[in-house]
């Protein structure tokens, strides 16, 4: 988002209409109606996954996918990249733009069709799905609500690049943090999260 600034203004737009400016942090309650901010986790999992694969499955019966055969007892393993850049999916998949998931007007960030996958998927998915959303976007909501971010001085954008075969950056992440709120909010947040 520190690439794309007007995403971030938009981001930060929304918590501040929505939550309100310098009078309080973001909620837990706050979360059904902050959709673009949603839409920026979806994406910003969509493209930059926790993990580079799915836990490893074993099918129970034959069965066909996407046309592939995949007989009874083989080991499945779903590539969370290729799900998440997949061309065929997703129109321009190597660029980030959270507008493709507001029409879906989300709440969480799990996903039903298997485009990718945020935590986990299916009938037998992870049972802390719905903390997992609530803890992303509350982490990222206050990040953006609390500070002014900026790439530093010297630095023309952010390198999002990995390492060979690895899903580590190349390159460490820098960016600068201002306060943009009131400073009491400050101090009643590092209270709360000493007690």
Not at 43 to 51: C, K, N, Q, S, T
Request: proline share 7%; glycine share 8%.
């Amino acid at each position: 988002m520190l690439n794309q600034p007007e995403m971030l203004e938009k981001a930060t737009k929304e918590i501040d209409r929505v939550v309100g400016n310098n009078t309080t942090l973001l909620q837990e309650s706050h979360i059904p109606k902050l959709h673009y901010l949603i839409a920026c986790v979806r994406e910003a999992l969509r493209l930059h996954p926790v993990a580079p694969f799915n836990v490893p499955h074993v099918s129970t019966s034959d069965c066909t996918v996407a046309g592939y055969f995949i007989p009874k007892g083989s080991n499945v393993l779903l590539s969370r990249l290729g799900l998440g850049r997949n061309p065929t999916v997703w129109d321009q998949p190597l660029r980030f733009n959270p507008d493709r998931h507001l029409h879906e007007k989300r709440c969480d960030l799990s996903e039903t069709d298997l485009r990718f996958i945020s935590f986990t998927t299916g009938r037998r998915g992870c049972i802390g799905g719905e903390l997992g959303t609530n803890m992303t976007v509350m982490l990222l909501g206050r990040l953006l609500q609390g500070f002014k971010w900026t790439i530093p001085e010297g630095m023309e954008s952010i390198d999002l690049s990995t390492e060979e075969s690895s899903m580590f950056k190349a390159k460490p992440l820098y960016a600068h943090a201002g306060p943009r709120l009131n400073p009491s909010l400050y101090l009643s947040l590092s209270s709360t999260l000493l007690d």
